[in-house]
């Protein structure tokens, strides 16, 4: 049984361009979680994505967006980056609002 | 905003000892902790899970207690293993969606 796996594993990209991050959850799984991870810091809620929608979303600019489709797979957009968008973006999937298992992240430079 | 905090930073322990990790979360309304552990370039991995109607649960060498008169969480490893150094986060939600985590606690098993 896969876990949530995430592509690509590295990205660098310079300020200004715009980035697509992907996730599969976990088989079973129906809730698609994204956190930001800096460097030494705990991760921090971006959005959460249940049948598609944007369920819930956390402090951060309309720079980041998201989307979920029909098998829960789902990606995280940022646009216009800037330096302080480099950092590890995790994905993580759950059965609603049961726990959270995590995939190995994208870690994201922006130069 | 929410906060949920570690006491300790760093914690190093001899190989074979117990280990606790603790952990003040500021939301009297959460309602749902989980402790992960996570490694060094990988995603954080779940451990161990607690509800607000319960103070403690135990799993294999992990045991989780939750004090809620004064808003703690405490993580117990029994028989500490190299295997356990890595980073430990609590976090917390009272939306079942969006989980707040701490900064960390850096475990160092000393063999």
Redesign the interface.
């Given at each position: 049984d896969a876990g949530?796996t995430q592509s690509p594993t590295h990205l660098i990209k310079t300020r200004g361009q715009q980035v697509t991050l992907r996730c599969s959850p976990k088989s079973g799984h129906d809730t698609v979680?994204w956190?930001q991870q800096a460097l030494?810091?705990?991760?921090?809620?971006i959005f959460?994505y249940y049948e598609e929608e944007e369920?819930?979303r956390?402090?951060f600019p309309d720079r980041f967006s998201g989307h979920q489709f029909p098998n829960y797979s789902s990606e995280l957009n940022v646009n216009a980056l800037l330096l302080g968008d480099s950092a590890l973006y995790?994905c993580a999937s759950s059965r609603?609002?049961e726990?959270?298992?995590?995939?190995?992240?994208t870690q994201l430079s922006v130069l | 905003g929410e906060s949920v905090g570690l006491h300790l930073p760093t914690l190093s322990v001899q190989e074979g000892d117990n280990s606790i990790i603790n952990c003040a979360y500021s939301n009297s309304a959460s309602d749902y902790f989980i402790w992960y552990k996570q490694e060094s370039g990988k995603g954080p991995q779940f451990i161990i899970d607690i509800r607000s109607n319960m103070d403690k649960r135990q799993g294999q060498r992990v045991t989780v207690l939750l004090n809620k008169t004064v808003k703690h969480l405490s993580l117990q490893i029994a028989a500490t293993q190299p295997g356990d150094s890595a980073v430990y986060f609590c976090a917390e939600t009272y939306t079942g969606n969006q989980f707040y985590f701490g900064t960390g606690t850096s475990l160092t098993v000393i063999p």
């Amino acid at each position: 049984d896969a876990g949530v796996t995430q592509s690509p594993t590295h990205l660098i990209k310079t300020r200004g361009q715009q980035v697509t991050l992907r996730c599969s959850p976990k088989s079973g799984h129906d809730t698609v979680s994204w956190y930001q991870q800096a460097l030494g810091q705990g991760p921090q809620f971006i959005f959460q994505y249940y049948e598609e929608e944007e369920r819930q979303r956390g402090n951060f600019p309309d720079r980041f967006s998201g989307h979920q489709f029909p098998n829960y797979s789902s990606e995280l957009n940022v646009n216009a980056l800037l330096l302080g968008d480099s950092a590890l973006y995790l994905c993580a999937s759950s059965r609603r609002a049961e726990k959270l298992f995590f995939g190995s992240g994208t870690q994201l430079s922006v130069l | 905003g929410e906060s949920v905090g570690l006491h300790l930073p760093t914690l190093s322990v001899q190989e074979g000892d117990n280990s606790i990790i603790n952990c003040a979360y500021s939301n009297s309304a959460s309602d749902y902790f989980i402790w992960y552990k996570q490694e060094s370039g990988k995603g954080p991995q779940f451990i161990i899970d607690i509800r607000s109607n319960m103070d403690k649960r135990q799993g294999q060498r992990v045991t989780v207690l939750l004090n809620k008169t004064v808003k703690h969480l405490s993580l117990q490893i029994a028989a500490t293993q190299p295997g356990d150094s890595a980073v430990y986060f609590c976090a917390e939600t009272y939306t079942g969606n969006q989980f707040y985590f701490g900064t960390g606690t850096s475990l160092t098993v000393i063999p």
